[in-house]
C-alpha cells in the first residue's frame, strides 16, 4: 500500500464541482467522487459548516483528508466529505458567514480562499489495503456508525439500491416505517435495523451474500411485510411506545399464528393503564411470547421490604428460618400476572432458596 500527500488548493479541490442531487457529488476536475456509495448524505448543520469556513478564512488549518486511487486512476473520499461539500457550497453561495455570502467578498478573500492549502492524503493498494485504512483514519469529523462502516466493506449494487429504500433522507422506508423506527435513515439505522431483521444472525454475513445482487427489492418486500402484520395486529397506533419495538423478531416468529386484533387491543389498553408496568414498549412482546421480563414490572421498594421483613419478624414465611434481609427476596403473594400489585399487603420476604423453588413450580 502507498500513501503520499497531495498538494491541493481550494481552487483544485472544487474545480468542475457539481452535485447531481441524487446522490452523485463531484470535485477536482471531475475526478473525485465525493460521496461513494458508502458515504452518508450531508450531514453537518450550520454551525459545523460555518466553524469550517471561519477556520478557512482565519488561516487556520482544517483536519486531514483522505483519499483513495480507484483502478482507473480518479480518487473517491475516505475521510472529509462534509468539509468538502461544506466548502463548495460556501463557494456557491448557498450560504453566508456572519451575514456575508462567498460572492460579497472582496476579490482579495475570495483569492485567499482559492489559495488556501488543503492537506490530503491518498491512499493506492488493493480493495483490503483501502478498507483496513479506511476504518484506521475514521478519526475525525462525524463518526460512521457500524453500518456506514458495512456500507463501504460490502460497496456494491445491492447498497447502492437498498440505499434508496432505507438511506435517504424522505426515502420510502422513513415514509412506511417512521412510527415503528427509531434512528435515522441517513445514519443507516433503518438499513440496519432491517437485515438485523431479517437475517436473524449475521448483518456481515448477509451483505457478503448479497453484496453484488442487482436489487434490494427482497429486503424492501420483507421490510412492508413487517409493517403490514405490525399494522393489522396492532390496530390502534401509539407513536410513543411502539417506535423502536423489534418488530422484525416478533413477525418472524408470529407471522402466521391466528391473533385477535380486538383481543389484543383491551390487553394494550389494560397494560398501559397497570402502574406496575415500567416499560411500556415492552407491552407488544408481552403479548405475543407472555414473558414479563419485556414490561420491566414495578419491583417492590427497599421500604416496603424492610417493613415486611420486621412484621415477619426476619423469618421465611414457607422454611420458617430467620435469615439477614439481605438474605431475603420480595415476593408476590399473589403472582402480578393473575392481578396482584405491587404493593406491601401482597409481598412477602422469602429466603433465597425458597423464593427459587416456587417460582420454579
Known amino acids: 500500500m502507498k500513501i503520499e500527500l497531495l498538494d491541493l488548493t481550494i481552487r483544485d479541490l472544487v474545480a468542475g464541482y457539481h452535485d447531481d442531487g441524487e446522490g452523485g457529488v ?4 471531475g475526478k473525485l467522487d465525493i460521496r461513494p456509495p458508502f458515504q452518508r448524505e450531508f450531514i453537518y448543520k450550520g ?38 461539500i461544506s466548502i463548495a457550497q460556501y463557494l456557491k453561495s448557498d450560504f453566508s458567514l456572519d451575514g456575508r455570502y462567498f460572492h460579497n467578498l472582496p476579490l482579495e478573500e475570495q483569492e485567499s480562499i482559492f489559495n488556501y492549502e488543503l492537506m490530503v492524503y491518498v491512499c493506492t493498494g488493493t480493495h483490503r489495503d483501502k478498507l483496513d485504512w479506511f476504518r484506521t483514519v475514521n478519526i475525525a469529523g462525524e463518526k ?9 466493506v460490502y460497496a456494491g449494487s445491492f447498497i447502492a439500491d437498498a440505499k434508496r429504500y432505507f438511506s435517504k433522507s424522505g426515502c420510502p422506508a422513513s415514509g412506511l416505517g417512521s412510527d415503528y423506527m427509531s434512528g435515522s435513515p ?16 449475521d448483518i456481515d454475513d448477509y451483505m457478503a451474500r448479497h453484496q453484488h445482487d442487482e436489487s434490494a427489492a427482497p429486503l424492501w418486500d420483507y421490510f412492508r411485510s413487517v409493517i403490514d402484520w405490525v399494522e393489522s395486529t396492532f390496530t390502534k397506533k401509539r407513536k410513543r411506545i411502539m417506535k423502536g419495538v423489534d418488530w422484525g423478531s416478533l413477525y418472524n416468529t408470529c407471522n402466521g399464528v391466528k391473533l385477535n386484533p380486538v383481543a389484543i387491543e383491551a390487553e394494550i389498553t389494560s397494560l398501559i393503564l397497570d402502574d406496575d408496568v415500567t416499560n411500556q414498549s415492552g407491552i407488544y412482546p408481552y403479548i405475543l411470547t407472555r414473558d414479563e421480563k419485556h414490561l420491566n414490572i414495578r419491583s417492590f421498594t427497599a421500604g416496603m421490604k424492610q417493613r415486611v421483613y420486621e412484621a415477619q419478624d426476619g423469618k421465611c414465611l414457607i422454611c420458617k428460618n430467620g435469615f439477614n434481609i439481605d438474605d431475603m427476596e420480595a415476593d408476590h403473594i399473589r403472582p402480578w400476572s393473575e392481578g396482584g400489585k405491587t404493593n406491601e399487603e401482597n409481598c412477602q420476604m422469602l429466603c433465597r432458596k425458597c423464593n427459587r423453588e416456587k417460582s420454579s413450580k
Open 47 to 84: 454551525k459545523q459548516r460555518e466553524a469550517v469556513i471561519t477556520s478557512i478564512i482565519k488561516g487556520f488549518p482544517l483536519n486531514v483528508m483522505y483519499w483513495s486511487v480507484r483502478d482507473d486512476g480518479t480518487y473517491e473520499i475516505i475521510d472529509g466529505q462534509q468539509r468538502t
Open 26 to 29: 463531484v470535485g477536482y476536475g
Open 186 to 201: 441517513i445514519r443507516q439505522d433503518y438499513l440496519e435495523t432491517v437485515i438485523r431483521w431479517i437475517t436473524e444472525t
Open 144 to 152: 460512521l456508525y457500524d453500518q456506514e462502516l458495512r456500507n463501504a
